[in-house]
């Protein structure tokens, strides 16, 4: 066998600088310097030139006017006339009229009423022969001063009035209790001598359902009997309440 020689593995020639690329690169390092230069040279300038002085006014006053001349007549100063205000007219007040005085009218003396005949000493028109004084009109013969008859004498106005004596709870109607109802009933009523409820009921504040109940309740109450000043029993008018209420 022949034995190969080993091969020279040659590097590629380096490119050489021809005269046109040497060229131009001078003139770019030329460029670079002159712009690098004219730089620092507006630097300095900015900062070494003096700031310029401001410039100053002069204000020069005029010369006052000359004198006038010896024997020339001085003008006065003119004055800026005032404008004349009028003044307004006075209007007159008027006069206040004064009434004349009229003298007071002197009514006469009426003439004294003619005596009217007196009747019975402290009587009274109308009166009735023998009564007695501070009696009532239309009251009899024999009654007593201050006495109202047999008329029932409301309650307020008596001296001793009914006293409740024995009190009969009325009857709670079945219809009311069902329903669940409660109320309150006021009857007017005469309380006789006997401490007795009338048979005459009125009932002057009414709950229909409830009203029969406590008529019939207040008829079986027991009263003692109301008084005047003098200890006498007299009829008396009474108002009584009656409440129905479920427990």
């Not at 006469?108 to 019975?120: F, Q, W, Y």
């Not at 009532?136 to 006495?147: H, K, Q, T, Y």
């Not at 109802?181 to 048979?199: F, N, P």
């Amino acid at each position: 066998m022949v034995n190969a020689e080993p091969r020279r593995i040659l590097a590629p020639p380096l490119p050489s600088l021809t005269p046109r690329r040497g060229t131009a690169w001078a003139v770019s390092v030329a460029a670079h310097v002159a712009a690098l230069g004219l730089g620092i040279w507006l630097i300095e300038r900015t900062v070494t030139s003096p700031h310029p002085e401001p410039e100053r006014m002069i204000y020069v006053e005029p010369a006052p006017p000359p004198p006038p001349p010896v024997g020339a007549p001085v003008s006065a100063p003119v004055v800026p006339q005032q404008p004349v205000v009028e003044r307004p007219k006075e209007i007159p007040q008027p006069q206040r009229l004064i009434a004349p005085h009229k003298p007071k009218r002197v009514v006469p003396p009426s003439p004294a009423p003619a005596a009217v005949p007196r009747g019975d000493p402290e009587g009274s028109v109308g009166g009735i022969v023998d009564g007695v004084v501070g009696g009532e009109a239309g009251g009899e013969v024999g009654g007593v001063v201050g006495g109202h008859g047999d008329a029932p004498i409301p309650a307020d106005r008596v001296e001793h009035p009914p006293i409740v004596v024995s009190r009969i709870l009325p009857e709670y109607p079945s219809m009311a209790r069902a329903r669940s109802l409660e109320g309150r009933v006021v009857l007017r009523a005469v309380v006789d001598r006997d401490g007795h409820v009338e048979e005459a009921v009125t009932v002057i504040e009414s709950v229909p359902m409830f009203d029969g109940a406590a008529v019939d309740a207040l008829r079986k109450w027991r009263f003692e009997p109301g008084r005047d000043r003098d200890g006498k029993t007299v009829r008396v008018l009474v108002d009584v309440p009656i409440r129905f209420q479920l427990r």
